[in-house]
Nanobody, 123 residues
Framework: QVRLVESGGGLVQAGGSLRLSCAAS????????MGWFRQAPGKEREFVAA????????AYADSVKGRFTISRDNAKNTGYLQMNSLKPEDTAVYYCAARNTLVLVTTTRYDLWGQGTQVTVSS
């Protein structure tokens, strides 16, 4: 079983950058596809980015394409979300998720979820 813990959220001005981390416990992290999602107050949780278990394939929501980069270091059991050119509309709680599969998962059909980390972008 893999457990996920996010970190790296905070308050940043518009145009700034943050890097979120998702630390996974357990020895089989490399078997898990990963995703990042976000949920703003009063809104549904939405897909942000996904990466395959090997890291060879990625996918992004149109709203973050070109600004966010998802990556992972299986040797460190950690996934990342580099967020650049942040906008106030990026403000949300960000969650990482994992699923034991070789395919790229861009829906909420993940088995494991972290507790979330708050990202606030001021204008």
């Amino acid at each position: 079983q893999v457990r996920l813990v996010e970190s790296g959220g905070g308050l940043v001005q518009a145009g700034g950058s943050l890097r979120l981390s998702c630390a996974a416990s357990g020895r089989t992290f490399s078997n898990y596809a990963m995703g990042w999602f976000r949920q703003a107050p009063g809104k549904e949780r939405e897909f942000v980015a996904a990466i395959s278990s090997s890291g060879s394939r990625t996918a992004y929501a149109d709203s973050v394409k070109g600004r966010f980069t998802i990556s992972r270091d299986n040797a460190k059991n950690t996934g990342y979300l580099q967020m650049n050119s942040l906008k106030p509309e990026d403000t949300a709680v960000y969650y990482c998720a994992a699923r034991n599969t070789l395919v790229l998962v861009t829906t909420t059909r993940y088995d494991l979820w972290g507790q979330g980390t708050q990202v606030t972008v001021s204008s």
